[in-house]
């Protein structure tokens, strides 16, 4: 087996390579959380609530969910570079389907398909862009792929917010599908042949969190990080129109400033973490608390919206880096298949927490759904605290090279 340095491929391709599937994790994210800034004209159009509209976000992270552990072990000697091609063809004609097709239902149906892909995308991008560069910078190209998250939140998200206020919400699908097709040429033309290197059966990935408790702990603690922050962020524009009666323009902008927090917050994590994991996480997850609390004794005003979303943001970004970071440490040798156990459980929580969020704001006001999200994040303060005691080391700065395999050349 050559070492990675010995590849074929240039470095240059291999950073082409990595830019190009933090393009796709870019693509992948604003496209499943685009509903959350167009629910309330997406709810209009198509006559549906509010609470209706964001099953838009709870059937896609279903089928991301449920799906992606049965989908990587049956593809799991398919070349990675075929099928993260594929998937983006499946973005590409989901995104131009959901633009223009008539009604709820088959909305719905649409996304659901999507989100099949992008579950498997979240398995496989990490370790992929791991793969293309010399094992020395396999934790850089980690850190490069998951600013796609952060830059998602910055740029797609408010920017599909306001793409929607000049035009429309079908419009903005529809150049997000003109964006997949791009993305997947980029893809096509930068990414090398990348063989399965991680041949592991469904009844093995299951097994995973039976013989690893700290991945099993890992789990539990994304499930409640993520019911609460995607439960309440999923209605941050019904609440801001609720207590602040902000306009569109206002909207985008918080989004963006909640964005920018989340780019300090991933830029802070990318160095806490080699030091402190665990206390990375418990910051970050407290940040999230205090947030919310902030959001629901001074989110009557503007002011006081958007230092909540500065800290929401902030502490976001510290948590997504570093759970991320805690399933590489607890299964480095089986990173892949950890990673869509970590998949499974994040997108189910993200569709979860958008259904319950729904059936809270439908009935009890979107008020509750602020609250529903204070208890679940402070559930995995208290878990993340509760749990690995003995002082955190931290991720060493190449211990993503476990997780990254050499190719056979």
């Not at 004609?93 to 989100?115: D, E, K, S, W, Y």
């Not at 010399?134 to 980690?142: D, G, N, Y």
């Not at 991320?324 to 480095?332: E, I, Q």
Request: aromatic share 8%; hydrophobic share 55%; net charge positive.
């Amino acid at each position: 087996m050559s070492s990675t340095d010995e590849r074929p491929h240039s470095i240059l391709r291999a950073w082409l390579g990595v830019a190009a599937i933090t393009a796709s994790l870019f693509t992948f994210l604003t496209t499943e959380l685009m509903p959350v800034g167009l629910l309330t004209p997406l709810g209009a159009s198509l006559d549906v609530p509010v609470g209706v509209a964001a099953l838009m976000v709870t059937l896609y992270g279903v089928s991301a969910g449920l799906g992606v552990t049965f989908i990587v072990a049956w593809t799991r000697r398919v070349d990675r570079r075929v099928l993260l091609s594929t998937l983006l063809a499946v973005l590409t004609l989901g995104n131009l389907v959901t633009a223009i097709v008539p009604n709820f239902p088959l909305v719905l149906t649409t996304r659901l398909v999507m989100g099949f892909a992008s579950g498997v995308f979240w398995a496989i991008g990490v370790s992929m862009a791991m793969r293309l560069v010399p094992e020395r910078h396999a934790s850089r190209a980690s850190a490069i792929v998951m600013s796609g998250i952060s830059i998602a939140t910055v740029v797609g998200i408010p920017l599909g917010t306001l793409l929607e206020d000049l035009t429309s919400w079908r419009t903005t699908f529809l150049i997000w599908a003109g964006l997949s097709l791009l993305v997947l040429a980029a893809v096509a033309a930068a990414v090398p042949s990348l063989p399965s290197a991680n041949a592991v059966s469904v009844r093995a990935v299951f097994g995973l969190p039976l013989r690893n408790a700290p991945l099993r702990s890992v789990l539990v603690i994304v499930v409640l990080f993520v019911l609460g922050h995607f439960g309440a962020y999923t209605f941050v524009r019904p609440f801001l129109e609720d207590h602040t009666s902000a306009a569109p323009l206002f909207i985008t902008a918080v989004l963006i400033v909640f964005g920018i927090g989340g780019a300090i917050g991933n830029f802070i994590a990318g160095h806490t973490v080699t030091k402190s994991l665990r206390g990375s996480f418990v910051t970050g997850s407290a940040g999230l608390v205090a947030s919310l609390l902030l959001l629901l004794a001074f989110g009557d005003g503007k002011a006081g919206a958007v230092v909540a979303l500065v800290l929401w943001g902030l502490s976001f970004g510290v948590v997504q880096l570093s759970q991320v970071n805690m399933t590489l440490a607890a299964a480095p040798e089986t990173f892949e298949a950890a990673m869509s156990l970590n998949t499974m459980a994040y997108n189910t929580s993200i569709a979860l927490g958008a259904l319950f969020g729904g059936q809270l704001a439908d009935n009890l006001g979107v008020t509750s759904v602020v609250w529903f999200g204070v208890a679940l994040t402070a559930g995995a303060l208290l878990l993340a605290l509760g749990t690995g005691r003995r002082p955190s080391r931290g991720v060493p700065h190449d211990a993503a090279a476990a997780a990254a395999p050499a190719l056979k050349d």
